[in-house]
Each structure stands twice: as C-alpha cells, then as structure tokens.
C-alpha cells in the first residue's frame, strides 16, 4: 500500500514495469501515428485526391475509437486486459496495411477507421489500468509519463512519415507501423500481466444503439463540412445536436452505460471533468489536420519540416506533464482553470500569424497550445476517476478515452465544416486557404476558453468534495 507520493524513480518498481511497459508502447504506437499522419497527409491528398474530405481520415479514426472504448468493460471482464491490448494493437497495424495499399481517399478514410477501433481499445485500457493497477497518489505521475512519451513520437512521427514523404513513398510510412504494431502483439502477450478490468466482475453488454447516435452525431458533422446547400447543412447539424441529446438520456437511464451516471452533470466533479475532456478534445484537432497543410501551402514548407513545427504541441504537453505532475492539490486546481486559457491564446496566436505571418510567431503558438493542455490534461483525468460513484469506477476511467475520443471525432468534423466554409475544400485559391488558416483556430478557441471556464466549476466542486471528507 502506497500512502505518499513516490516520486519519478519510484515508479520503477518492479511490480509496475511489466504494465507501465506496456501503456508506453501503446501510447507510443498511438502517438507517433498521429504524427506521422499529420505529415504524410498532405502527400496522400497530392496522390489519390479527396481535399474536401481531408478530415475524414481522423473523423472515422475517432468514430470507431469511440465503439472500440464503449466495448473494453465487457472484453477485459470476459478476457482480460492482455488479450484486449494485444487485439488492440493487431486491428491498429491491419488499419495501417490497408491504408498502405490505398489508391483512394476512400481507402485511406476505410483503413484508419479500422486503425480507431484498435487505437480505442489500447487507449481506454490504458485508464483502467492506470486506476486498477497503481494507488491514486501516482496517478498523476502515470498519466504525466504517458504523456511523456510524446516526446519520443514527435521525434520518429514526423521523422519517419517526413522521410517517406521526401521520397514520394508515403505508403511505407503505413507499413512501418503495421510492423510495430506486430512487435508491441509479441510484447504484450509474453510480458502484459492478467489483469481484470472491471472490478465488479459484472458483465456489459454493447449498446449498439446509443453507439449508433453517436455516428449519427458525427456522420452528420463530416457530411455537413462538405455538403454546399445552407439549409442542408443547417439540417444535419440540428440532428447532430439531437442525436448527442437524446445518447445522454438514454444512457443515463440505461443499466449498462456508455458514460458514467453523472456524465456531463455540472453537480459532480466527474460530470464537470469530462465537459472538460470534451472541450480540449474538440479544441485540439485542428492542429494535426489542417495546421501541417497551411504551414506548407502557405509558408513553403517541406513535410518534414511541418511534420516537426506542429510536432512542437506535443512536445510542449510533454514537458507540462511532466512538470506539474508533482503539484500539490491547491496548484492542481489552479491549472485545471490556467492550462484551457493558455491553450486558447495559443489558438488565437496561430489566428494571427498563420496566414501571413510573421512566420517566427509561429512555433510559439504552437508551443503555447501544448503547454496549455499538458498542464492541466492528468489533474482533469485524475479528477474523474477519483470523484467515480460507487459501481461507476471502471466505466468513469475508460469515459476520459470515449469522451476524448468523441470530442477528437467532433472536432475533426467542425473543423472541416469551418475549413470547406471559408474556401479551403479546392486548395487552389491562395486566399481560400488563408481565410481557413485564420477562421479555423479562431473559431476551435472559444472551445478552450469554455474548458477555462467550466473548470473554475471542476476546481470548486472538488474542494467542497475534499472539505467533506475531511469533516
């Protein structure tokens, strides 16, 4: 039993290495994929087409990620947590092999959905296993070498994606990662312990049908960024906002949850932390979709380079992460309120600057956009899951993945709605591009300063919650 905090080393013991081995390889697997794609990206669309439709790679990444981290109570409870992450990880490099021989935006957009799901599942057993296999007062410590180790991504993500780009081969970049997707299978199964993922021991069922609202919710968005009848596109955003709607009712009232039941409550830290999750989610995505394609077509970059300047949020995250593992409680709730605001003056920063410069302003929005978020990212998380209802422990870990996932896929699909809105969907009026590279982060910052706002909610709720404990 751990009573105080041990420190960096301290978590080498060996009773935790086999799993903190693990959640950093798939971290890794994860992390350096979305690097990597951020960079070839824009060689894909030189080769098989599909500009208007640019965000749809990650939508359907994002979509199925969320069905992945809906199913991982019931699997780890019928399997284990070894066999799901090595499931995991075989379905995320069979998605990279079928992106590797695409010769279609379809293709492209088919293999990363298949990638999502396999993604999701390593992503929401990362939290289980953070909550089920290391004592509260590491968690944050945990979550900060998680994110850690974007630090290694943003060094071989774009290497290896810039690299085959340079050589008009972006198909190998798919290939490598289906390869270490076949090496991280052989690592988990000889060296992931057993562990069980829902404590309870109670069976969940898949609900297929608030899974389907979901899609529902983010089909619509992604169709509505590319579809040009106004009316048309007011229509499926109106049902995108219902279908949300009408999951969180059913699912609060349901016997096997999506979500935790306090979900999005603004009367429980739990409810306020994944507004939160949601928030930053949805705030993040325009940096790995658009901002490697602005930075080329209106700077001159070359894809390595790019690769490596939006590289630069990652690595700010890291560093943030790792920095502020270690405050105490009274700071903690200080960042929750901080970080959002940060992340959104760098959104606003890259507004300013992206469309015509000056082009040294540049990597300082970025940098502020990672340190934004990895400052407040495992306070948030860890908030979460400790303030879970009784019952609702494991559901309340793996929700931070579903919800991030969630607001990642939303995100993608406003993104593009933006984009396509300003011009962007031909990529052949200079002026249309840089109307998107102002609108995009503009519009995406009002979604951190919300976080900012709702987490002076988070920070209140919790010290009410810690003052009753105390007495």
């Known amino acids: 039993m751990v009573d105080q905090d041990v420190g960096w080393v301290g978590l080498l013991r060996r009773e935790w290495i086999p799993s903190l081995a693990v959640l950093v390889g798939g971290v890794l697997l994860h992390s350096m994929n979305v690097m990597l ?14 500009a208007a439709v640019m965000s749809w790679p990650t939508t359907g990444y994002v979509a199925s990620s969320i069905v992945a981290a809906t199913c991982v109570g019931l699997l780890t409870t019928v399997f284990g947590a070894r066999p799901v992450f090595a499931i995991g990880a075989s ?33 929401a057993v990362a939290y ?26 943003v060094l071989v993500g774009p290497l290896v994606g810039g690299v085959f780009a340079r050589l008009g081969n972006w198909r190998g970049a798919f290939f490598t ?28 069922g898949v609900p297929a049908g608030r899974i389907g609202l979901l899609w529902i919710a983010i089909g619509a968005i992604s169709i509505a960024s590319v579809l040009r009848a106004p009316g048309g596109k007011s229509a499926l955003i109106v049902l995108a906002i219902a279908s949300l709607v009408v999951m969180l009712r059913l699912d609060r009232a349901a016997a096997t949850r999506l979500l935790p039941g306090d979900a999005f409550s603004f009367g429980s830290p739990t409810g306020v932390g994944l507004w939160m999750v949601l928030l930053l989610s949805i705030a993040f995505t ?10 080329q077509r209106l700077h001159g970059f070359d894809p390595l380079a790019a690769g490596y300047t939006v590289a630069g949020t990652s690595m700010a995250w890291t560093v943030a992460a790792v920095a502020v593992a ?27 600057v992206m469309p015509s410069g000056p082009i040294e302003v540049l990597f300082p ?14 306070f948030i998380a860890q908030r979460v899951m400790k303030s879970a209802r009784v019952g609702d422990e494991d559901v309340a870990a793996s929700s931070v993945a579903t919800v991030q996932s969630t607001g990642y896929a939303l995100g993608a699909a406003v993104a593009g709605l ?11 009026e200079a002026g249309g591009v840089g109307r998107a590279a102002f609108w995009v982060p503009v519009s995406f910052s009002f979604a951190a300063l919300a976080a900012g706002i709702v987490g002076i909610r988070l920070r209140t709720l919790t010290e009410r919650a810690t003052l009753a404990a105390t007495g």
């Open 91 to 123: 379905i995320f490099g069979a998605g990279a092999i079928v992106c590797a021989f695409a010769s279609a935006m379809s293709h492209v957009i088919l293999g990363r959905f298949v990638q999502g799901f396999g993604g999701g599942l390593l992503s």
């Open 365 to 378: 929005g970025i940098v502020l956009v990672g340190l934004g978020i990895g400052s407040c990212w495992a």
């Open 177 to 204: 990662v289906a390869t270490l997707a076949g090496l991280l299978v052989v690592g988990a199964l000889s060296a992931l312990p057993q562990t069980q993922g829902a404590a309870s021991g109670r069976k969940r």
């Open 37 to 50: 794609l951020a960079t070839v990206l824009p060689s894909v669309v030189g080769e098989v087409g599909g």
């Open 418 to 428: 933006v984009a396509n809105a300003t011009g962007f969907s031909t990529m052949i």
């Open 286 to 295: 325009p940096l790995n979709i658009f901002v490697p394609i602005f930075l």
């Open 326 to 352: 270690g405050l105490s409680t009274d700071w903690s709730g200080r960042m929750i309120i901080v970080g959002p605001l940060v992340k959104a003056a760098g959104l606003l920063t890259l507004a300013a």
């Open 128 to 153: 289980v296993l953070v909550r089920n296999a290391f004592p509260e007062i590491v968690w944050a410590r945990v979550l900060g070498l998680l994110a850690g180790v974007w630090s290694v991504s």
